[in-house]
């Protein structure tokens, strides 16, 4: 999943790691990188509500995933010192929900952004 698209919105968050540095609430991140990304001429959608279906019936309604980039990429953000390991799990989650292939997990908390970008794909 080493895609154009993916490149560019790890480029992205790389640039607000860059200026911010590690260590703020995830909601700043979140309003930051999709800040970053309407900047570089991309589609960005903040907390999309998710419904989550267990045969044919919706069994949760509006779970809420951080970022959806054009609409084809999903993008889960955090700013611990370690990932859980439900988070990566939580990003297989959404991505099934929605229906989508491809997501990038992304945790802010990290020295070095790189350590911290996760490619997630089904």
Not at 36 to 63: A, M, N, P, S, T
Not at 92 to 113: D, V
């Amino acid at each position: 999943m080493n895609d154009e698209l993916t490149q560019r919105i790890i480029g992205a968050a790389i640039e607000v790691h860059r200026i911010l540095g590690p260590g703020l609430l995830e909601s700043i991140y979140e309003e930051a990188l999709c800040h970053e990304l309407r900047l570089r001429g991309f589609e960005c959608e903040r907390q999309v509500e998710v419904d989550v279906y267990y045969k044919d019936i919706v069994v949760i309604k509006g779970q809420r995933l951080d970022l959806l980039v054009e609409k084809q990429v999903v993008v889960e953000l955090k700013s611990v010192s370690r990932l859980p390991e439900v988070a990566m799990a939580q990003t297989l989650s959404y991505l099934k929900a929605i229906r989508l292939k491809r997501a990038l997990l992304i945790n802010f908390g990290e020295k070095r952004l790189v350590d911290g970008v996760k490619r997630v794909s089904l």
